[in-house]
């Protein structure tokens, strides 16, 4: 029956979309294979710009630019916006490309506990003296699929006069009733300032990024963000597919609905096998093993099974946290949905993880 793939960020399975694909080809015939140029020499075409126009929109933000990549989004934002006056408070488990970018400012650093809300207040006191702070987080988090409590954070924010920053690379085209990410599933779309993203996970999968937010925000970011400057401009197949996947993400939401049905199938037979997984209602579902060595013999076992999942233990994740990290998405049928808990259900037997 050949293998099926549970450890790709392809979410809503639009990276084999026939047409995001002919929209991809199109773009290529029409617009050519890449602008050999940065963005503000002769690397911007008109589709650069109405797909600019099309995250502003589907976030219901002003305004937006694009990044090489969302690594590049998170590389270039801190240094541009932040001072050395300013403070930047950020969660201990963010992304690596959050933390580099942060590294690259010279604002004053805080790094709270992970969605602590007690740690976040006390840090969001200490900051009160810089200049402007900023708040920092994953919507969700990749390790584990829990959600930021943003309701929270937008609070705290308020009480203690700070922004909101959010990265939404697991969220973007799925979290919410319309798939606008974890500011909508949380109802604060208007109290998340700046939104990160990816076009490389559910938008199509191949790559770019982008910040979308306030107009000066943006307009500040062409003028001073470094991998915008100084890195060449998206090719136009990737631009179309992005495109097109925002097309049919703003027509209809169905695709995102039927990943989220998949995932409540997932979860709750898993869990009435006997597993444990981590998070709640997102398609990111880490089968908890606890032990390193069981993780990766297991996730073997299973591609002998035609499953093919990844395990994951320490430094990626803490010690005595090993996981097998599946990750759901709309191109799963039921079946294949059952056929990965079969398989589990078998291996956990063999390997002891059920009883
Ligand atoms: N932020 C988060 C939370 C991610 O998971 C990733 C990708 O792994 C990135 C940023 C980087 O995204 P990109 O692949 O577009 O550089």
Redesign the pocket.
């Known amino acids: 029956a050949g293998i099926i793939n549970f450890c790709a960020n392809n979410y809503l399975g639009l990276s084999s979309h026939p047409e995001v694909i002919r929209a991809a080809v199109e773009a290529l015939e029409k617009f050519g294979a890449g602008l050999s140029s940065v963005r503000f020499i002769c690397g911007t075409q008109s589709i650069h710009k109405d797909l600019e126009e099309k995250i502003a929109r589907f976030h219901q933000r002003e305004d937006a630019i694009l990044y090489a990549?969302?690594?590049?989004a998170?590389a270039g934002i801190f240094e541009a916006l932040l001072t050395p006056e300013d403070a930047v408070l950020s969660d201990e488990l963010n992304?690596a490309?959050?933390i580099d970018g942060i590294r690259l400012c010279k604002a004053n650093k805080y790094r709270y506990k992970h969605m602590d809300m007690q740690d976040l207040e006390a840090k969001l006191k200490e900051a009160q003296k810089h200049r402007l702070r900023l708040v920092a987080t994953?919507g969700a988090f990749?390790m584990d699929g829990d959600i930021a409590p943003l309701r929270e954070i937008c609070q705290l924010a308020q009480k203690y006069d700070a922004l909101v920053f959010i990265?939404e690379?697991?969220a973007t085209g799925f979290l919410g009733p319309n798939g606008r990410g974890t500011d909508e599933l949380l109802g604060v779309m208007d109290k998340v300032t700046i939104i990160n993203s990816?076009?490389?996970?559910a938008l199509g999968g191949a790559?770019?990024?982008y910040t979308t937010g306030p107009k000066p925000l943006i307009d500040l970011l062409r003028q001073r963000s470094r991998p915008y400057l100084f890195s060449n401009s998206l090719p136009p197949a990737v631009v179309g597919c992005a495109s097109k996947a925002l097309d049919l993400l703003m027509e209809s939401n169905a695709i995102a609905q039927s990943m989220a049905a998949k995932t409540q199938r997932f979860r709750s037979k898993m869990t009435a096998a006997g597993f444990t997984i981590s998070g709640k209602d997102h398609p990111i579902c880490p089968v908890m093993l606890g032990d390193a060595r069981l993780a990766s013999v297991m996730a073997e076992d299973m591609l002998k099974r035609g499953i093919y999942v990844i395990g994951f233990s320490y430094p990626v994740v803490p010690k005595g946290k090993a996981r097998i990290r599946v990750q759901i998405s709309a191109v799963h049928s039921d079946e294949d949905i059952d056929r990965c808990v079969d398989a589990f259900t078998e291996v956990g037997r063999k390997h002891g993880a059920l009883p």
């Not at 990549?69 to 590049?72: M, Q, T, V």
């Not at 990816?198 to 996970?201: A, F, Q, R």
């Open positions: 990549s969302c690594f590049d998170n992304h490309s959050i994953d990749s990265d690379c697991h990816t076009l490389g996970k790559a770019g990024g």
